[in-house]
């Protein structure tokens, strides 16, 4: 019965210090944290914070990107429009300037000069529509240049 006494009394002892450190575990940790986010280590609102904020930054990115690209877009229409439609309105401008010209007694080459600046606009006018409007600028200047040639000569 002594070794009864003696397992009974060791027995004793480990459940007294099995009960201590689970006391002091449980008095060292905040009352919102479970034993399940304690294996994990971390905290359950930090999480939802970290995952919220890159997904908003990212998304705002994304946002700004397409503003960019949108207005980007914008303003390549609107040079091809306005290459386009100041070509065309060039080319109806020397079109009819050469046929008053021909019409009346000036020298055929005024005529010439408004006509021949008309065909160029015209052509700034395809250029235009087709988005290349650094080359549709040079070629209006380029017909404008010329029409003026032809009311110097007349």
């Known amino acids: 019965m002594a070794e009864r006494d003696g ?3 060791q027995l004793a002892r480990t459940d007294d210090t099995t009960d201590d450190r689970t006391d002091l575990g449980t008095e060292a ?6 034993d399940e986010e304690l294996a994990a280590g971390t905290d359950e609102s930090d999480d939802e914070i970290d995952e ?5 930054e990212n998304q705002d990115e994304d946002e700004d990107l397409e503003t ?3 207005q980007r877009a914008r303003e390549a229409r609107r040079a091809r429009r306005a290459s386009t439609a100041s070509g065309a309105v060039l080319t109806l401008a020397g079109s009819g300037a050469s046929a008053m ?8 080459s005024a005529a010439l000069a ?6 160029i606009c015209a052509t700034v006018a395809v250029l235009g529509w ?3 409007t650094k080359r549709a600028l040079v070629g209006l200047i380029a017909g404008v240049l010329v029409m003026a040639i032809g009311d110097q000569l007349d």
């Open 7 to 9: 397992n009974t009394a």
């Open 29 to 34: 940790r905040p009352d919102s944290e479970s």
């Open 52 to 56: 919220t904020e890159p997904e908003t």
């Open 68 to 70: 960019v690209a949108e």
């Open 101 to 108: 010209r021909f019409s009346s007694g000036a020298p055929a």
């Open 114 to 119: 408004y006509a021949v600046g008309a065909v």
């Open 130 to 132: 087709r988005g290349r």
